[in-house]
């Protein structure tokens, strides 16, 4: 079958779940509860991206979307306002799963999901979209840059970033004045990008220490159930491509 190539101007958006590494221990439970958490949480930003954003593909803790651009400052002022929902639905949903598990499993995954945040990076050009089978693969320099810098040297782990060109056209127009950096990486002309610290909601104060090892046995096999479930669904659930979601009227 050939292969089917086009070039398009595109607005890219990754976001990241940080922590991810750390909140991860190679003990078979934890391992478990720690993907079906990661998974809840990623699904939950997803299921939030409207028309013109487009899932490409999950990255492990992270999720690339994408959108062509058919007016530039109306295609990033609307993309910008996603991100904002994307970031009150993660703490949504990390507030659930806290909530769920207080008192319950005592795995290090479920007691350190508060340990976890999200991060976005933003950044526009063109790209060439590669098209084999079912499947989209997003290419070109653009693409590298946007993966390299999830890799800055921007302090804190809950942040909206933005390279020069994304952020001279959405500031003043709705992004305040940003702390800017220069990030360097091989084969990279120098990459200006501009930071938003995030202060999202701050956690219930809860008390995640499990009261027996009974109490935690419900939301065990909640994740054990889910966990099989995802594996089980795992090739019918189409990842890439999403059809753009139409609003009621």
């Known amino acids: ?126 790209i060439i979209l590669k098209q084999v089978r079912q499947f989209e693969e997003l290419a070109g320099q653009p693409v590298i840059l946007i993966h390299r810098l999830l890799k800055n040297s921007v302090p804190g782990d809950c942040y909206l970033l933005f390279t020069k060109d994304v952020y001279d056209i959405l500031h003043p127009a709705i992004l305040p004045k940003l702390d800017a950096y220069i990030e360097h990486y091989e084969h990279m002309p120098p990459c200006k990008v501009y930071a ?4 999202l909601d701050p956690l219930p104060r809860i008390d995640l220490s499990p009261v027996s090892s009974w109490s935690g046995m419900g939301e065990n096999l909640r994740l054990w159930r889910r966990s099989i479930s995802s594996l089980i669904k795992r090739d019918k659930r189409v990842f890439q491509n999403l059809p753009a979601i139409r609003k009621k009227t």
Not at 67 to 93: V, W
Not at 196 to 199: K, N, T
């Open 1 to 126: 079958m050939p292969l089917e190539m086009k070039e398009i101007d595109a607005c890219m958006v990754l976001l990241d779940i940080s922590g991810y590494t750390e909140f991860v221990n190679y003990r078979t439970t934890s391992l478990l509860h720690a993907e079906q958490i990661i998974t809840e949480l990623l699904d939950s930003v997803i299921e939030h991206a409207e028309h013109p954003l487009k899932l490409n593909k999950l990255e492990g803790d992270a999720a690339l979307l994408y959108s062509s651009i058919n007016g530039l400052e109306a295609t990033l002022i609307d993309i910008y306002r996603q991100i904002e929902g994307f970031m009150g639905a993660f703490r949504d949903k990390q507030r659930k799963l806290l909530l769920k598990g207080a008192g319950g499993c005592a795995c290090d995954a479920c007691q350190h999901i508060q340990k976890l945040n999200i991060k976005a990076v933003m950044h526009y050009g063109p």
């Open 196 to 199: 938003y610290i995030l202060d």
